[in-house]
């Protein structure tokens, strides 16, 4: 797996800050160009695989309920 397809399921998978950290890795690059990359991927990932993105994990909750 490349480094931008373990960015692509980071980005798919909502785990933004994970992806920022390896997209900063990547790129050799600052934390704001990063977070523009990151931005413009997502986008991009919206516009082409839209069906294959899942919640982002600080909104997946494991309460079911009373």
């Not at 890795?25 to 919206?46: F, G, M, P």
Request: net charge negative; glycine share 6%; with cysteine.
């Amino acid at each position: 797996m490349s480094g931008w397809e373990r960015i692509d399921d980071l980005i798919l998978g909502g785990v933004a800050i994970a992806a920022i950290k390896e997209i900063r890795v990547a790129a050799d690059c600052s934390l704001q160009d990063a977070i523009e990359r990151y931005h413009e991927r997502a986008v991009w990932l919206h516009e082409t695989r839209s069906t294959d993105f899942n919640p982002p994990q600080d909104e997946v909750s494991d309460d079911v309920g009373p």
